[in-house]
């Protein structure tokens, strides 16, 4: 009697588990398909990757010879270093609150519109660059340029991790390595194009070569163009609720298999005389089986009755559609499950219900009008503003970026200080981003080998910045321990700069991408309005460009600790509980599996 009742209840529990499996195929097709889901990963994806190349090259890539082409014109006013730092923080402030509205004016116009006034505010200004007369028109120049780079990044940055979701790293390597040679280009022209145009010359050569970003823009198609389509989305979940279900058919079948050898010896030499009661007790479970059995015929034929007198053909026609994606196995257990798709059918009714009363009321909302809360969750997005991780993500990164650009805007100056002249710095230049485009090709290696979360290598690049920066410190004595140095930062900052757009939304969906980096932008600018200056009021104070750079190696290394903390108390507890969670899911059906699932770790 014992084996009997243990047989039954293993057969209740195994009824259960395939009606569990035969709601959770059906829920994963009904679910509401993501942006994630739809993105082409290819296609017309790889034009939006050229886009962003485009624009990149040219607004981005002339920043590190900015010091060449205007160092002398700089010279002249005596302000070198709070010149450099104004024209930094005025450019920030523009482009983090530029950054900030785009998410507000993506959601009011398309995208190619909002991306061509900004590479237009860009351009042309670039253009006026090569008249300036002053220190104060300059100013004003860059902040028209912080608006249209604003506006420029979040696109790009935005619409290209909407194409891309799979392959999003490696494209991104690649597409960062490409504009790596723009680095490596315009030192070199600009050099040639000093001595033949003189700086105004060279400076109306190089705003004109930006007026390709407005083309760039052109390419910026909305994803939803080029978005899968739904129903091969569906067929693919199928595909996998009916594969991930075989596999784990065929684990419990040789779970079985083992607990049937593991019977004990007393059972198997059990008498006959048991052995005869025992198959008099199995007399009533084989008519129970046939019972169980017309039953489920039964059930059957109640769900075809009401269904083929139904009047509503679409009805039957979506429950059809529903039946043929379960696979044979599936439909083998389907009879079991007649009181599971009612309540599923209730529940959905239930949600379609939900969703209506929620439109009415926003509806009622948008005629009300916007107050200042609506006003402000049109521009930000209050859940990351609320979320530290994130926030201690933008502060490390807004730090680090802010000593970097400092130190590549100063970089020519510090030479030609320390008495090389203008080739000199020129080639420092060059050594740097021939350095940073090898390492971008071997950063483009290694994630295609290796899969690490773009945070990890940004805080391996911070850290390593550090040492690279401290290096500079103590060989930029000699020219050949200066362009070593120099290289050594160069490769470094590649592992800083191609992560980058990773890191801010790498837990965060779609939906939010261009809110997430306008706050980014914004924390940006509050570091760079208010570091910035200190770094340029630092070297104009103590007229020491060395004293500068232990205060730039410190804005580098602030947020190693902080990133770390977070690392350990947040990303780990994080990992460990979703292993937990999957050897529990695999190991599920087995208590003495279970027993273990919640004793790991």
Same mark, same amino acid.
């Given at each position: 009697?014992?084996?009997?009742?243990?047989?039954?209840?293993?057969? %209740?529990?195994?009824?259960?588990?395939?009606?569990?499996?035969?709601?959770?195929?059906?829920?994963?097709?009904? !679910?509401?398909?993501?942006? *994630?889901?739809l993105a082409p990963d290819g296609g017309w994806g790889w034009m939006v990757a050229l886009a962003m190349i485009i624009v990149l090259v040219t607004t981005l890539g002339p920043a590190s010879s900015f010091a060449i082409i205007f160092g002398d014109f700089l010279v002249t006013t005596g302000q070198t270093g709070t010149a450099m730092t104004l024209f930094n923080s005025v450019f920030m402030?523009?482009?983090?609150?530029?950054?900030?509205?785009?998410?507000?004016?993506?959601?009011?116009?398309?995208?190619?519109?909002?991306?061509?006034? +900004?590479?237009?505010?860009?351009?042309?200004?670039?253009?006026?660059?090569?008249?300036?007369?002053?220190?104060?028109?300059?100013?004003?120049?860059? #902040?028209?340029?912080?608006?249209?780079?604003?506006?420029?990044?979040?696109?790009?940055?935005?619409?290209?991790?909407?194409? #891309?979701?799979?392959?999003?790293?490696?494209?991104?390597?690649?597409?960062?390595?490409?504009?790596?040679?723009?680095?490596?280009?315009?030192?070199?022209?600009?050099?040639?194009?000093?001595?033949?145009? &003189?700086? %105004?010359?060279?400076?109306?050569?190089?705003?004109?070569?930006?007026?390709?970003?407005?083309?760039?823009?052109?390419?910026?198609?909305?994803?939803?163009?080029?978005?899968?389509?739904?129903?091969?989305?569906?067929? *693919?979940?199928?595909?996998?609720?009916? /594969?991930?279900?075989?596999? *784990?058919?065929?684990?419990?079948?040789?779970?079985?298999?083992?607990?049937?050898?593991?019977?004990?010896?007393?059972?198997?030499?059990?008498?006959?005389?048991?052995?005869?009661?025992?198959?008099?007790?199995?007399?009533?479970?084989?008519?129970?089986?046939?019972?169980?059995?017309?039953?489920?015929?039964?059930?059957?034929?109640?769900?075809? +009755?009401?269904?083929?007198?139904?009047?509503?053909?679409?009805?039957? /026609?979506?429950?059809?559609?529903?039946?043929?994606?379960?696979?044979?196995?599936?439909?083998?257990?389907?009879?079991?499950?007649?009181?599971?798709?009612?309540?599923?059918?209730?529940?959905?009714?239930?949600?379609?219900?939900?969703?209506?009363?929620?439109?009415?009321?926003?509806?009622? /909302?948008?005629?009300?009008?916007?107050?200042?809360?609506?006003?402000?969750?049109? $521009?930000?997005?209050?859940? $990351?503003?609320?979320?530290?991780?994130?926030?201690?993500?933008?502060? +490390?990164?807004?730090?680090?970026?802010?000593?970097?650009?400092?130190?590549?805007?100063?970089?020519?100056?510090?030479?030609?200080?320390? &008495?090389?002249?203008?080739?000199?710095?020129?080639?420092?230049?060059?050594?740097?981003?021939?350095?940073?485009?090898?390492?971008?090709?071997?950063?483009?290696?290694?994630?295609?080998?290796?899969?690490?979360?773009?945070?990890?290598?940004?805080?391996?690049?911070?850290?390593?910045?550090?040492?690279?920066?401290?290096?500079?410190?103590? #060989?930029?004595?000699?020219?050949?321990?200066?362009?070593?140095?120099?290289?050594?930062?160069?490769?470094?900052?590649?592992?800083?700069?191609?992560?980058?757009?990773?890191?801010?939304?790498?837990?965060?969906?779609? !939906?939010?991408?261009?809110?997430?980096?306008?706050?980014?932008?914004?924390?940006?600018?509050?570091?760079?309005?208010?570091?910035?200056?200190?770094?340029? #009021?630092?070297?104009?104070?103590?007229?020491?460009?060395?004293?500068?750079?232990?205060?730039?190696?410190?804005?580098?290394?602030?947020?190693?600790?902080?990133?770390?903390?977070?690392?350990?108390?947040?990303?780990?507890?994080?990992?460990?509980?979703?292993?937990?969670?999957?050897?529990?899911?695999?190991? *599920?059906?087995? /208590?003495?599996?279970?027993?273990?699932?919640?004793?790991? $770790?």
């Open positions: 009697m014992t084996t009997l009742t243990t047989n039954n209840v293993g057969e %209740r529990e195994k009824k259960d588990r395939n009606l569990t499996e035969i709601d959770q195929v059906i829920c994963e097709v009904d !679910d509401d398909i993501t942006l *994630e889901d402030i523009t482009f983090s609150i530029s950054s900030l509205l785009t998410n507000a004016l993506l959601k009011k116009y398309s995208m190619r519109p909002v991306g061509i006034a +900004g590479a237009m505010f860009f351009s042309i200004p670039n253009v006026a660059l090569a008249f300036v007369n002053n220190v104060y028109e300059m100013a004003f120049i860059f #902040f028209l340029q912080g608006i249209g780079i604003g506006l420029l990044i979040t696109i790009c940055n935005t619409n290209f991790n909407a194409y #891309f979701v799979k392959k999003r790293t490696r494209v991104m390597s690649l597409a960062q390595t490409i504009t790596g040679m723009g680095g490596i280009a315009y030192p070199i022209c600009i050099e040639k194009m000093m001595s033949m145009y &003189g700086f %105004r010359g060279t400076a109306a050569l190089t705003g004109a070569f930006s007026l390709n970003c407005i083309a760039g823009m052109t390419m910026m198609h909305p994803v939803e163009w080029h978005a899968r389509d739904p129903a091969e989305v569906r067929a *693919e979940r199928i595909r996998e609720a009916d /594969e991930r279900k075989s596999k *784990e058919l065929a684990i419990s079948k040789r779970r079985s298999t083992i607990h049937v050898y593991q019977e004990s010896a007393s059972t198997r030499r059990c008498s006959l005389r048991s052995l005869k009661d025992e198959s008099s007790n199995e007399v009533p479970l084989l008519i129970d089986s046939y019972k169980t059995h017309a039953k489920k015929v039964a059930s059957i034929s109640e769900l075809e +009755g009401p269904r083929l007198r139904s009047s509503s053909l679409s009805a039957r /026609e979506a429950l059809t559609r529903k039946f043929s994606a379960l696979s044979a196995s599936s439909l083998t257990n389907l009879a079991s499950g007649v009181g599971a798709f009612t309540d599923i059918r209730h529940n959905r009714l239930d949600k379609i219900t939900k969703v209506a009363d929620q439109k009415k009321g926003d509806q009622h /909302e948008e005629v009300q009008g916007l107050t200042m809360s609506n006003m402000l969750s049109e $521009l930000l997005e209050m859940s $990351l503003i609320k979320d530290r991780s994130f926030l201690n993500l933008c502060f +490390g990164i807004s730090f680090v970026f802010t000593s970097d650009f400092t130190f590549s805007s100063l970089l020519p100056l510090m030479l030609t200080n320390y &008495g090389y002249d203008t080739s000199d710095a020129a080639l420092a230049v060059m050594v740097g981003a021939t350095a940073e485009l090898i390492s971008r090709i071997l950063l483009a290696i290694f994630t295609v080998f290796v899969n690490v979360k773009a945070r990890y290598l940004f805080f391996f690049a911070m850290i390593a910045m550090s040492f690279a920066k401290a290096g500079f410190l103590i #060989f930029e004595n000699t020219l050949m321990g200066a362009l070593v140095m120099n290289a050594a930062i160069g490769m470094v900052r590649s592992w800083l700069l191609v992560p980058q757009p990773l890191v801010i939304i790498e837990d965060i969906s779609i !939906d939010k991408f261009a809110s997430a980096y306008g706050i980014f932008a914004v924390v940006n600018g509050i570091v760079s309005i208010f570091v910035g200056p200190f770094i340029g #009021f630092v070297k104009d104070w103590t007229d020491s460009y060395r004293v500068c750079q232990y205060a730039m190696l410190g804005m580098n290394s602030i947020f190693v600790i902080p990133w770390a903390l977070q690392f350990i108390f947040v990303d780990l507890l994080k990992w460990r509980k979703e292993r937990r969670n999957k050897i529990c899911t695999e190991t *599920e059906g087995s /208590e003495h599996d279970n027993d273990k699932c919640v004793n790991v $770790l």
